[in-house]
């Protein structure tokens, strides 16, 4: 008679484990529900300053006012259709011009080392070193924010596609070229396919840098724009109003990705 051998994590996994693994969006709500409460007892309890971290209440407050009433003249929905209007136009001219780059780069050698060390070189420069020359050429309107969040997301974007591209097995090129493909049938039906999931991570990451450098591309001459509203509130250490619009970002940002991949379902149905 062969004795009960006890449950482990190496051998086997327990029920408990079982169970966690099967429910990651309740792992994901009750992780986001325990920040909350953290925010919640640090604000009831006055560890922190109000001045400096004000409450959930407060911030929900704040944000319900300047939905309603606005801030400095334009109201939240006016302040986020700003921002999103000059992430998307920015984000948008990056993919139009880093895509096909990307691809020439993957394909050609050649290419690649003479557009490479231009890309190495600015993409890791600061925005607001970057900015100051931006605004010096473009001036102050919106051409030098358009054109300081388009070089933000375009190094991501060059350099996924080009490793994506880059990496495909020859043996997919070879199997469409002896039935008689040629290089716009390569390029629609065999490097982009096989490219596409690198490239839309690249581009994933690449709107989150965007993301990053939207307060530094609306502190000079804006009027309107969550990042905008971020900085001219922390001039007046209105923290709530700083947190709200931070809030804002995050979600907006969470809800654009989430649109994201689900075009990338749905255009590249063979990645499930």
Known sequence: MRAAVPETIGSRPTSWALRLRATPGVISVASSALLLLAWFALAWTELANPLFLPGPVQVAAKLYEIAVEGYQGATLAEHLATSLGRILAGFGLACAVGIPLGVMMGLSRN?????????????????????????????????????????????????????????????????????????RALFWHVFLPAAGPTILTGMRISLGFTYTVLVAAEIVAASAGIGWMIWDAAKFLLSDVVIGGLFVLGLTGVALDFLMRVLGRLLMPWTR
């Open 111 to 183: 290419v690649q080392a003479a557009l490479n060390p231009m890309i190495e070189f600015y993409r890791p420069l600061p925005p607001l070193g970057l900015y100051t020359v931006l605004v010096m050429w473009l001036g102050i309107g919106e051409a030098s924010k358009l054109a300081l969040l388009f070089l933000a997301g375009l190094p991501g974007i060059i350099i996924s596609t080009t490793q994506a591209v880059s990496s495909i097995d020859l043996i997919y090129t070879r199997a469409a070229r002896s039935l008689g493909a040629g290089q």
